[in-house]
């Protein structure tokens, strides 16, 4: 029976030394620090301006991104770009990326439907996300969800607590974090899909601000 790495991590495919983004884009593309390399299409490396002053960090590529090998481009994505339309943050002068970089899925009939990274596949792909916050240094880092949220913030950090302040970081100067926007596609109804729609643009709001 093949064995696995006790502590599965993408450190060893990280280039030393101070890469350019493309370098890291293009070394992620070649990551096999975990087992989920095996069931996705491809790396969804992050994407945007790396002079961006604010990053967003989402939980995972879905089905969508996988395919196309960018990220936030699926219905959770173009929801995304709405909200930061209507907040005032020109999706091109940002940088988005997710906390792990391949698709985690589980088949359903045809389709593959997602499904939650554990903690040790986040830790596993926790170097990316540092490169990246490293290479841009934002201004402001936003949190997408749980998952974006307690893998740089803590796990203790409870998105329903504390969205839509800053909270205090050594990541950036401004760190917030909000709700995914694929909540908001699974709400249970048309108001409630509104209403949390726009708390979710005035979260993005208080980022705005301070760009
Ligand atoms: N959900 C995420 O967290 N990231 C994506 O890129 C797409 C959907």
Not at 36 to 45: D, K, R, W
Not at 181 to 195: G, M, Q
Request: hydrophobic letters at 40%; one cysteine or more.
């Amino acid at each position: 029976m093949a064995t696995r790495e006790p502590h599965p991590s993408a450190a060893p495919f990280v280039p030393a030394a101070r890469p350019t983004l493309q370098q890291l884009r293009q070394a992620a593309a070649g990551c096999t620090g975990c087992h989920l390399y095996e069931c996705a299409t491809q790396t969804v490396f992050g994407e945007g301006d790396a002079r961006a002053r604010v990053m967003f960090v989402g939980e995972q590529p879905g089905n969508d991104e996988d395919l196309s090998g960018r990220p936030f481009v699926g219905p959770a994505g173009k929801l995304l770009d709405r909200a930061l339309e209507e907040a005032g943050i020109d999706r091109r002068q940002a940088y988005v990326t997710n906390a792990v970089k391949h698709f985690k899925w589980e088949p359903r009939g045809k389709r593959r439907i997602h499904a939650k990274p554990n903690a040790a596949e986040i830790a596993a792909c926790r170097p990316w996300l540092d490169a990246e916050i490293s290479l841009i240094q934002p201004t402001a880092l936003v949190c997408l969800g749980a998952t974006a949220a307690q893998a740089l913030l803590g796990p203790r950090f409870r998105v329903t607590q504390e969205r839509g302040r800053f909270v205090p970081s050594s990541l950036a100067q401004y760190v917030l974090a909000t709700v995914h926007p694929s909540a908001l596609l699974r709400a249970p109804d048309e108001e409630t899909r509104h209403r949390e729609t726009q708390r979710f643009v005035d979260d993005l709001r208080v980022v705005a601000e301070v760009l």
